[in-house]
């Protein structure tokens, strides 16, 4: 059974690059349980399916994908407030496509916080 700190929906989830320091809204992600117990999610603004997703009730860590970036999300889940679970020491990774003018795909690398908030 998952943990019920990892299950629900992430909101607020913000991403800020260490590149820029730019806070990008990231919207939000739901986690819940398929009927085999396995952790699923989506994230909404892309409508990505999270991929690799795992949790303890203390670390979550998944990835999404699309046709123009990976990310990669990690943090400990601060469940100190009974009525909210925040992320904290949240790091993203991101990979995303781009092409130039002759059509030449380049991978362009990116890191930072990550943070979200999820009602218990």
């Not at 992320?87 to 990116?110: K, S, V």
Request: with cysteine; aromatic share 6%.
């Amino acid at each position: 059974m998952a943990d019920p700190h990892c299950i629900g929906i992430w909101r607020k989830s913000k991403l800020i690059p260490d590149a820029t320091g730019q806070e990008e809204n990231d919207g939000r992600i739901l986690v819940a349980v398929d009927a085999g117990g396995s952790l699923i999610g989506t994230h909404e603004i892309t409508g990505a399916s999270l991929q690799g997703t795992t949790c303890d009730g203390k670390t979550i860590r998944f990835t999404r994908v699309t046709a123009k970036e990976t990310v990669s999300y990690s943090g400990e889940i601060n469940s100190e407030d009974p009525l909210i679970d925040r992320i904290r020491n949240g790091r993203f990774e991101r990979q995303t496509l781009t092409f130039d003018e002759a059509f030449n795909a380049e991978t362009l690398p990116d890191s930072g916080d990550w943070t979200a908030e999820k009602p218990t």
